[in-house]
């Protein structure tokens, strides 16, 4: 359960990535200089992460970005992944314990002594599992944000809803409907279990960390996750189609190959619900892939993406 959140989370980053080059965002806040005045947790890394899928492109210039200050979802990513990289962590921290532990209850010792223990008690786990969603959350809502300004033409300089036919037709504009039902969604699993009722037993079972529903819900956000995420990148896409830039990063190309290989660009309406799942269970569960993606700085440069069709 949590090693697929920690593989979206970082199909996360490649996707921003790809927001980056078709929105034309800076990466200013993302150097070194500007993450050492403040470092939030985990924004490091996942700053890095993402620079490391630019480089090879041309943004990595911040003279190439659209603007100096770029709206908050894209601005402050590394800070909004990086909690979720530090949440993940933290689980893995506590499931650690877990697993390396005896949480029998009572435990009989090697020289026969029996002990009533808390072993079997896991509210560290449970609280961990909920921080992981309550992160996932935070994160699935900057990305729809994201999508959003993407389909922005005061904010891209791109056509309105990512569409050479004008408002004459819907473009991207629907499933930006379904990019916010899955957040909507994923915030309502993310409710923290370690808060719901805790059911009592004969006055001595009057605590529960609710673990097992915890894990239930974070597996369903698991599930939701990367239909959210291929929205995005099938927005990016076609956003950097029109952005037209001479280059772009590494291990953003290779994402965007990778679902133009699942998805022609979008050339009139048409129905978008099979393509978003195509690319969620093409190329969201492919890990030879993500390997590819994410570890490339010293790779071959990257193909253009297709002329500008403005």
Not at 47 to 74: C, E, H, V, W
Not at 157 to 175: D, K, Q, Y
Request: hydrophobic share 45%.
């Amino acid at each position: 359960m949590d090693r697929r959140i920690e593989r979206l989370a970082r199909w996360a980053h490649g996707v921003v990535a790809l927001t980056f080059e078709g929105f034309r965002a800076s990466t200013a806040p993302m150097s070194p200089a500007a993450i050492a005045a403040r470092p939030a947790p985990g924004e490091a890394e996942s700053a890095a992460l993402i620079n490391a899928l630019l480089d090879g492109g041309q943004l990595t210039d911040p003279r190439n970005a659209r603007r100096l200050q770029d709206p908050i979802s894209l601005r402050a990513v590394a800070c909004t992944h990086g909690a979720l990289l530090t949440a993940l962590a933290g689980l893995n921290t506590a499931l650690d314990a877990e697993l390396r532990g005896n949480g029998d209850n009572p435990l009989v010792l090697d020289d026969a002594t029996v002990l009533p223990t808390a072993g079997f008690h896991t509210p560290a786990l449970a609280l961990a599992v909920d921080t992981v969603a309550l992160a996932t959350a935070q994160a699935a809502a900057a990305a729809t944000a994201r999508c959003a300004r993407l389909l922005s033409p005061t904010m891209t300089g791109l056509p309105a809803n990512l569409t050479t036919h004008g408002l004459g037709r819907s473009g991207f504009a629907p499933v930006l409907k379904t990019a916010e039902a899955l957040t909507a969604e994923i915030m309502h699993h993310a409710h923290p279990t370690v808060l719901d009722p805790r059911p009592g037993a004969s006055e001595v079972e009057d605590d529960s960390s609710n673990l097992p529903l915890g894990v239930r819900r974070l597996d369903r956000i698991a599930a939701l996750l990367p239909r959210l995420l291929a929205i995005e990148a099938l927005m990016a896409a076609q956003a950097i189609e029109f952005a037209a830039p001479p280059s772009i990063g590494v291990g953003a190309c290779r994402l965007y190959d990778a679902v133009r290989a699942q998805v022609p660009p979008l050339d009139d309406d048409r129905p978008l619900g099979p393509e978003i799942e195509q690319v969620a269970t093409a190329v969201f569960t492919d890990d030879d892939l993500l390997v590819a993606v994410i570890a490339t700085p010293a790779a071959p440069a990257p193909t253009r993406p297709p002329a500008s069709r403005r």
